[in-house]
């Protein structure tokens, strides 16, 4: 029987299950995909129940995770493969060069200097990055990241005879032994460009709900201020469209839970930024359960703020201004008519990060991507691996999956 623990993802459920078992003394390992670990929360601009920016709960947990010997973490890895049974794991892990030294050295200036600028993931489309780069606030681990492939050939020579990069580092193979393993893989957003009706990736200024939270965040593309991504205007009028791709057979066939809450938030962020701007929120079923609906109150006393029962039937660009022309049916008055707006929101659904994946662990999903069993094979699953849920009850799940885990590695 192997004592230590392996947590797949590092976003807030994934933390939350190594930070919990290994302060009760197990040894704990947590493989990242990405460069740095957070997640999702990481590219919020506020979360609730408190309405927390994210440093408010990762720096916390990242402090933690310094001070505990017992956790070790992989990024830029994925587990390849999984063999053995529960209390006897043998992982393999590829991990990606990073291509900087071990050090917390400022590379900013050198970075700035390159001459290559490449999409930000970080960002959402929403910016671009240099090859070397740090794009994630209060990043951890705090390191720079070297992208190789997007230097052109006198970035090579700069970020050559820097002695903080390594254009020789190459990819490694590790394995691990391991007793139980907790899958916190997080979700994605739902690609809208599905969605041809909808004119997201078609239309400049219809965003999505997580383009949304990095222009309202201090930290994103637009230091916080919530501009018209065409031409940096102010929106005077903002509409929000609920169930973009959720609750659709022909999309995701559920709920994402957490959507209608997103765009309540998102709009007390413009009507915060600018008190003359009109929002409307276009719903099918608004649903704030538990104790959102007092925030779902605080929102229907916003006179600024037009909750319509009616489904977005189509969306288009008037093209010599920019703005985005909406066709909804309203459900209550029983009418269909066309509005325009400087600038609309998808809320886009919360799909998990496994979806159309092959798994290198034995476990069942269902038709959608979510992780439905495994427990008795010693693999839990913890946050939106398993379903739709909010950063609290992703936090809950995080634990419970450790206790589990532990459960197993202790032989029940």
């Given amino acids: 029987?192997?004592?230590?623990?392996?947590?797949?993802?590092?976003?807030?459920?994934?933390?939350?299950?190594?930070?919990?078992?290994?302060?009760?003394?197990?040894?704990?390992?947590?493989?990242?995909?990405?460069?740095?670990?957070?997640?999702?929360?990481?590219?919020?601009?506020?979360?609730?129940?408190k309405l927390c920016p994210p440093s408010c709960g990762l720096e916390i947990q990242f402090q933690r995770i310094k001070k505990n010997p017992r956790i070790k973490f992989f990024t830029q890895a994925e587990v390849t493969a999984v063999s053995g049974d529960a209390g006897?794991?043998?992982?393999?892990?590829?991990i990606e060069p990073r291509g900087t030294v071990p050090s917390s050295a400022d590379l900013s200036l050198l970075a700035s200097s390159l001459e290559s600028d490449v999409d930000n993931e970080f960002e959402l489309g929403l910016a671009k990055r240099k090859p070397l780069y740090m794009s994630v606030p209060f990043a951890f681990p705090s390191r720079f990241v070297l992208d190789k492939a997007a230097l052109s050939r006198a970035d090579e020579l700069k970020v050559g005879k820097s002695a903080f990069c390594d254009m020789n580092e190459a990819p490694r193979d590790i394995e691990l032994n391991v007793g139980s393993i907790v899958v916190a893989t997080g979700w994605k957003p739902y690609d809208v460009t599905k969605l041809s009706n909808l004119g997201a990736g078609a239309y400049a200024n219809c965003v999505s709900n997580m383009q949304l939270e990095r222009l309202a965040s201090a930290s994103g593309p637009t230091a916080g201020q919530i501009k018209r991504p065409s031409d940096g205007k102010a929106p005077k009028k903002v509409a929000f469209v609920q169930c973009a791709g959720s609750r659709d057979q022909n999309h995701l066939n559920y709920c994402s839970y957490i959507c209608c809450m997103a765009s309540l938030k998102q709009a007390?962020?413009?009507r915060e930024?600018?008190?003359?701007?009109?929002?409307?929120?276009?719903?099918?079923?608004?649903?704030?359960?538990?104790?959102y609906d007092k925030f779902l109150r605080k929102v229907k006393a916003d006179e600024k703020i037009a909750l319509v029962k009616g489904k977005v039937a189509g969306v288009e660009e008037d093209a010599a201004t920019g703005d985005v022309i909406v066709e909804v049916e309203d459900a209550v008055k029983g009418e269909k008519r066309k509005y325009?707006?400087?600038?609309?929101?998808?809320?886009?659904?919360?799909?998990?990060?496994?979806?159309?994946?092959?798994?290198?662990?034995?476990?069942?999903?269902?038709?959608?991507?979510?992780?439905?069993?495994?427990?008795?094979?010693?693999?839990?699953?913890?946050?939106?691996a398993q379903k739709p849920l909010d950063v609290m009850r992703t936090a809950q799940s995080g634990t419970s999956a450790a206790l589990k885990a532990i459960q197993t590695v202790r032989g029940r």
Wanted: glycine share 12%.
């Fill in 273 to 291: 930024q600018y008190p003359d701007a009109e929002v409307t929120v276009y719903y099918i079923d608004l649903r704030t359960p538990g104790r």
């Fill in 88 to 94: 006897n794991y043998t992982v393999k892990v590829h």
């Fill in 340 to 384: 325009r707006y400087d600038l609309v929101v998808l809320a886009t659904g919360m799909q998990p990060s496994l979806a159309g994946q092959k798994l290198p662990f034995d476990v069942p999903v269902d038709e959608e991507g979510f992780i439905v069993g495994g427990e008795e094979k010693g693999i839990f699953a913890a946050g939106c």
């Fill in 268 to 270: 007390l962020y413009v």
């Fill in 1 to 49: 029987m192997s004592n230590s623990i392996l947590v797949v993802g590092g976003g807030f459920s994934g933390l939350t299950a190594a930070i919990e078992a290994a302060e009760v003394g197990y040894e704990v390992y947590i493989v990242e995909k990405t460069p740095f670990l957070g997640g999702r929360v990481a590219q919020l601009n506020k979360y609730f129940p």
